[in-house]
């Protein structure tokens, strides 16, 4: 009876001794994977971290490429355009410069370099006959040059096939050359007839040439001109006279 009890008591012992050994090995192994930080955990969670990092380090990598590629290409755009402009300006500014200063510059008419002597190449000329005062013609010169041009004395005026030049007024002489600057223009007036018939029968002539003077007195400026004058022509007599350039149409037919 004593033998039966025992076998059953050892029968009853080995499975729990199987289970407590079962439960120390599986809290060995827990342990085990807690200490690996391998443990159980949640997949998805797991994953979704994996994920965040992979995708924040695209990002950063991304936004690095791309602010790397804008800083370059704003440093090169900006480096590029901002030394060839300035290049390209200061020599233009220089050479500029250099040709002003060689040339003497527009803005001084006393230099040599920047003067010319008006003549019938660098002017237009017209010759107009006025209604006051009566039988005169008004001679008017426009600078058409680039430089000032000097109007020296008086213009040498020839109508039709005359041979010599009509006189000249004497005190219709200005106190200085007159000086036309680029696009200004000179003057001067002249005496067709006597209004008493003085001087003579007269012609009527359609023609007229008119030469200028250089600075000595009586030389040859260069090319002459040959303004029209109306189609029925001018009356010519005797007493046809001609004043020294002026400044103003004023002063040139006051005579």
């Not at 199987?18 to 599986?26: E, F, Y």
């Not at 992979?54 to 370059?72: I, L, M, P, Q, Y």
């Not at 007036?189 to 009527?204: E, F, I, R």
Request: charged share 15%; aromatic share 4%.
């Amino acid at each position: 009876m004593r033998t039966l009890r025992t076998a059953r008591s050892a029968r009853t012992a080995r499975p729990a001794r199987l289970l407590a050994v079962t439960g120390a090995a599986l809290a060995a192994l827990a342990l085990t994977a807690c200490d690996s930080g391998t443990g159980t955990r949640d997949e998805g969670a797991a994953g979704g971290s994996t994920s965040a990092r992979s995708t924040g380090g695209t990002g950063t990598t991304g936004g690095s490429a791309t602010g790397g590629s804008t800083s370059t290409g704003g440093s090169t755009t900006g480096g590029s355009t901002g030394t060839s402009s300035g290049g390209g300006s200061a020599a233009t500014g220089g050479t500029a410069a250099d040709k002003a200063s060689s040339k003497g510059g527009t803005s001084d008419p006393s230099d040599p370099e920047n003067r010319a002597t008006c003549n019938g190449s660098n002017t237009t000329v017209t010759a107009q006959p006025v209604s006051r005062p009566l039988n005169h013609m008004l001679i008017t010169v426009k600078n058409t040059g680039s430089k000032y041009c000097d109007l020296f004395f008086n213009p040498t005026v020839r109508f039709g096939e005359a041979q010599s030049a009509p006189r000249v007024i004497e005190e219709s002489q200005p106190q200085a050359v007159v000086t036309l600057a680029p696009g200004e223009s000179g003057y001067a007036g002249v005496v067709l007839s006597a209004a008493d018939g003085s001087g003579g029968k007269g012609t009527t002539e359609k023609k007229v040439v008119i030469h200028f003077q250089g600075a000595e007195a009586g030389s040859d400026a260069g090319s002459p001109a040959s303004p029209a004058l109306p189609a029925k022509g001018v009356h010519v007599d005797n007493s046809v006279a001609v004043t020294y350039w002026q400044s103003t149409m004023e002063d040139a037919l006051q005579y």
